[in-house]
């Protein structure tokens, strides 16, 4: 065994919470629970259960995704509490201002999310181990016009510079069959821009995030990084996590093979579900199982 394979086999676990349901928002008590234990029983799409070691001795960081972490924030089941064993918190929080709209009708207000920079970065310990996504930016016609989500990205930006943020992440919905079905049935009359179209997104993007010292990212979307000061995102990122853990303990830089080929992210193990249903009823969500109601 090379001495590389003998260092990926005994380095700390980058644990998700995660990318396929919102469990800061929806299902802070299993979060808590499964913390408390240092155990995660983790239910797969066929059904087979994975038992996911959370002790701290096995774990490099936890990376936190919500669009709402009003309930970890008030510590709901000693959830904030119980975190604090662990070496390392990254926070990954979604606002797309669309929040409380047709489009996300469970999502909480703009205002509302952006207010909790102040106590994530607290609790993370350090503005670097914060990121707002900006994600997805959303185009649709309605009352005979275009609408879109495009306009709150001054705002986003504002709030992260404020908070003393360094990164901001975005992409443009991509709207898989799951997606597509659900918003016919809805009613909801998506706009697919062109590749031109959503570059000039990027460039605008791109402006407004160096006018405020911000570093953009594009998740999972290569071609975009072809925009001066847009570089391909990694929402999880090895080498970040290694730069600001306590002690720069090594973490996993290898590509994580369970996501898109186009996704920078590096390997990690997700603690969530999709069998965990996520209450924010986004139109655009790859993830959600059920149709919304009509």
């Known amino acids: 065994m090379s001495l590389d394979a003998d260092c990926q086999e ?4 980058v644990i998700s919470a995660s990318r396929r349901t919102d ?14 234990a240092e155990r995660a029983a983790v239910k797969g799409p066929r059904g087979r259960v994975r ?11 936890i990376v936190l995704w919500s669009k709402n972490f009003s309930r970890l924030l008030g510590n709901e089941a000693g959830l904030r509490d119980a975190l604090r064993k662990y070496d390392q918190i990254y926070a ?8 409380g709209t047709r489009v996300e009708r469970g999502a909480p207000r703009p205002g509302e999310a952006l207010a909790q920079l102040p106590a994530l970065v607290e609790l993370a310990g350090d503005p670097r181990r914060v990121s707002l996504r900006f994600d997805p930016v959303v185009f649709w016609r309605e009352r005979g016009g275009v609408t879109t989500n495009l306009d709150f990205f001054g705002r986003v930006a504002e709030a992260a510079a404020a908070a003393r943020l360094t990164d901001v992440r975005f992409s443009l919905a991509q709207w898989y069959g799951k997606a597509l079905r659900r918003a016919w049935l809805t009613g909801f009359d998506l706009i697919d821009p062109a590749e031109e179209d959503k570059l000039e997104v990027a460039r605008r993007l791109a402006g407004i995030a160096a006018e405020r010292g911000l570093k953009l990212h594009a998740c999972a979307q290569g071609f975009l990084a072809r925009v001066p000061g ?3 995102s990694a929402c999880i990122d090895g080498r970040l996590l290694e730069a600001l853990h306590p002690r720069h303990e090594p973490a996993s830089t290898a590509k994580d093979k369970g996501q898109r080929r186009e996704c920078g992210c590096t390997a990690s193990i997700d603690i969530g579900s999709y069998a965990q249903p996520c209450g924010h ?3 655009y969500c790859y993830a959600m199982r059920s149709d919304p109601e009509r």
């Open 281 to 283: 009823g986004c139109v």
């Open 92 to 99: 990954l929080l979604t606002v797309t201002g669309l929040g």
């Open 23 to 36: 469990l800061p928002a929806f299902f802070p008590e299993f979060l808590a629970a499964s913390v408390k």
């Open 230 to 232: 847009v570089a391909p």
């Open 10 to 13: 005994t380095m700390k676990t």
């Open 51 to 61: 038992d996911v070691d959370l002790s701290p001795g096995a774990v490099h960081t």
